[in-house]
């Protein structure tokens, strides 16, 4: 064979094996890329020693006032908002018809008086003459019975003058502290009964409290008698150290429990129904991270059913989904428990972005983060 059909030959099966070297399958495996997160380191939770949650400001006596007796309201100058000292008179009932009974009672008293002067001066005469033996023993016990009754008849009449005058200062609705008035229940005109509510008050002399509730897994570290602090986002933040006084044995909803602190000192401008932003102080044992761990708000991702988790980077760089509970939450942050422990790392934002299992790197860190 020639040179030149050699060198043919040579060319031909080059091009076949480069035309079978191209149509071979491409058997390489294909690597997921991973997805940058920011993510955040878990930190120990007995470091941090303050919660912070939300309460209502509340009177700490309410009280309603009406009348002892019943009557149409002649005055009722006082409304809602208006302040009042102890002594004023806040309310008043038409007193024509208890006056005009007090004045029969007064009557009856005097007439009760002259029959009792009566009946006395006859047992007297009566006495002296059964020493004498001119009335017998049955004419003495009769003057006595006399007089007994007298005396009750007269006693009976006391008693209702007394009750009628007391009725007729009772037309006047006294005030018994100084305070304010929160609700008028009834208008001038109106016919009201015995105890019908007529206005609802706050009073002055015992303050303010704070109504607010606590995560079951605070309970155990709150100590009645303990100082926080409060204070009154509409008031711009005015504050005042407050006293727990209350903690309550049965659960709200969701396993929330009441509690009630006593403001310490009065804040200006303060009214029932404000809203409080309470700074817990906890009784933690050092070391106890049971209470849970602060974790960015922005960590917390929640399933269908509104249960709540954070996804975990493990040391291969792989989403894991942990369940946890959360124990305080506010603006910022979040307290949550679960299986986490300090120094792992659980994607910061974005959880929306990312799934269980997927694969992802750290923000700012190479890939040697993970050996």
Same mark, same amino acid.
């Given at each position: ?13 080059? *091009? ?23 993510? &955040? ?51 008043? =009932? ?14 009856? !008293? ?12 006859? &047992?007297?005469?009566?006495? $002296?003459?059964?020493q004498k033996g001119y009335v017998s023993a049955t004419g003495l016990d009769a003057a006595r019975a006399a007089l007994d009754s007298a005396e009750s008849r007269h006693a009976a009449s006391i008693a209702a003058s007394h009750l009628a005058q007391r009725d ?14 929160? $609700?008028? $229940? ?8 015995? *105890?019908?509510?007529?206005? $609802? ?14 995560? %079951?897994?605070?309970?155990?570290? =709150? ?26 044995t049965q659960p709200l909803s969701s396993n929330d429990y009441p509690l009630l602190l006593k403001l310490e000192s009065p804040i200006e401008g303060l009214r029932s129904g404000m809203t409080a932003r309470i700074e817990i102080l906890l009784n933690m044992p ?15 991702? &929640? ?11 493990? %040391?291969?760089?792989? !989403? ?17 428990? *679960? ?23 750290? !923000? ?5 983060? &993970?050996?």
């Amino acid at each position: 064979m020639s040179v030149v059909d050699r060198s043919s030959v040579r060319i031909l099966m080059t *091009g076949f094996l480069l035309l079978l070297g191209g149509c071979s399958p491409d058997t390489s495996p294909q690597q997921e890329t991973p997805t940058i997160v920011a993510s &955040y380191q878990i930190q120990a939770g007995n470091g941090d020693t303050t919660t912070h949650l939300s309460g209502r400001i509340k009177a700490a006596e309410n009280t309603t006032l009406g009348f002892e007796i019943p009557g149409e309201i002649a005055q009722l100058s006082v409304k809602a908002g208006d302040k009042f000292a102890a002594g004023d008179v806040l309310a008043t =009932l038409d007193d024509e018809r208890y006056q005009l009974v007090a004045q029969q009672r007064q009557a009856e !008293l005097r007439e009760a008086a002259a029959v009792l002067t009566e009946k006395r001066q006859d &047992y007297q005469r009566q006495s $002296q003459l059964a020493q004498k033996g001119y009335v017998s023993a049955t004419g003495l016990d009769a003057a006595r019975a006399a007089l007994d009754s007298a005396e009750s008849r007269h006693a009976a009449s006391i008693a209702a003058s007394h009750l009628a005058q007391r009725d007729l200062k009772q037309t006047s609705l006294i005030a018994p502290f100084d305070g304010s008035i929160t $609700q008028r $229940q009834a208008e001038p005109s109106e016919q009201v009964s015995a *105890g019908q509510p007529i206005l $609802q008050t706050i009073s002055d002399r015992e303050g303010f409290e704070v109504e607010a509730s606590v995560p %079951e897994a605070l309970v155990k570290t =709150l100590v009645i008698g303990s100082h926080h602090q409060v204070s009154i986002p509409a008031l711009g933040g005015a504050a005042s150290s407050a006293t727990l006084t209350h903690l309550g044995t049965q659960p709200l909803s969701s396993n929330d429990y009441p509690l009630l602190l006593k403001l310490e000192s009065p804040i200006e401008g303060l009214r029932s129904g404000m809203t409080a932003r309470i700074e817990i102080l906890l009784n933690m044992p050092a070391g106890d991270d049971t209470q849970g761990f602060p974790i960015p708000l922005t960590a917390l991702a &929640y399933a269908s059913d509104r249960s709540a988790y954070v996804l975990r980077i493990d %040391e291969q760089g792989q !989403l894991q989904r942990v369940a946890v509970e959360v124990v305080d939450i506010n603006d910022a942050r979040a307290k949550v428990r *679960g299986e986490l422990t300090p120094g792992q790392r659980i994607v910061a934002r974005g959880t929306e972005f990312v799934r269980p299992g997927q694969a992802v790197s750290l !923000l700012g860190e190479g890939p040697e983060r &993970y050996n």
